[in-house]
């Protein structure tokens, strides 16, 4: 079987190398936006994150013509009645970084009890034609009062995973794959995979 290109429809470093990580075992070229001319940034504020994740992958399929890889993932708050959400990557504002995300969620929970949280990560790998298959990962933790360790991105420093008993933000991107919302989602598309791949290679 011939390596079949699929593209990454991230800008997101962490979540790259996360990906690459998972796809070296299997026969395909994979790509990041940044080796393509660079094409208009897809924004959707609306719909779930299976939604959005699929949406992103049509439209960057369709627009360069290969097949594409694009999630959406985002943490959803108990005592926020599932906020940040969708929004998660832009909580406090457009512009806003990890250090500002994280500090707006800190004072929305000031005083909160409950801090049981999710994060949600769905998958979707779609064909210039418009088809796509998606695959949906979740992961259940704690939201600590202030942030601890130094790896990952987004919202790590405060998630707490009770089995481990540490942040996200204090695994190796080896252990964090294997316990996250999104390495959930990728086991789902691992055990697929081998229809995937043909799929992938019909016209």
């Excluded at 949406?55 to 959803?76: H, M, W």
């Amino acid at each position: 079987m011939s390596e079949i290109v699929l593209v990454l429809a991230t800008h997101n470093k962490g979540k790259k190398r996360e990906y690459e990580l998972f796809f070296e075992r299997f026969p395909l070229e994979i790509k990041g936006l940044s080796e393509f001319k660079e094409i208009p940034e897809f924004r959707e504020e609306a719909g779930t994150f299976e939604e959005i994740a699929t949406n992103k992958a049509q439209y960057a399929s369709r627009i360069l013509g290969v097949p594409a890889l694009a999630d959406d993932s985002g943490l959803e708050v108990d005592c926020l009645n599932g906020a940040p959400g969708i929004l998660s990557a832009r909580y406090a504002g457009e512009s806003a970084d990890d250090y500002q995300n994280n500090r707006k969620l800190l004072e929305k929970m000031k005083g909160k009890e409950n801090r049981n949280a999710t994060f949600v990560c769905s998958i979707a790998v779609a064909k210039p034609a418009g088809r796509v298959l998606t695959y949906t990962g979740r992961c259940f933790g704690i939201i600590l009062d202030e942030p601890i360790g130094t790896k990952g991105f987004g919202y790590d420093p405060l998630f707490y995973y009770p089995p481990l008993k540490k942040t996200f933000a204090q695994l190796s991107v080896e252990e964090k794959s294997r316990v996250s919302h999104r390495g959930h989602a990728l086991r789902k598309l691992e055990e697929d995979f081998n229809k995937v791949l043909i799929w992938l290679e019909e016209a």
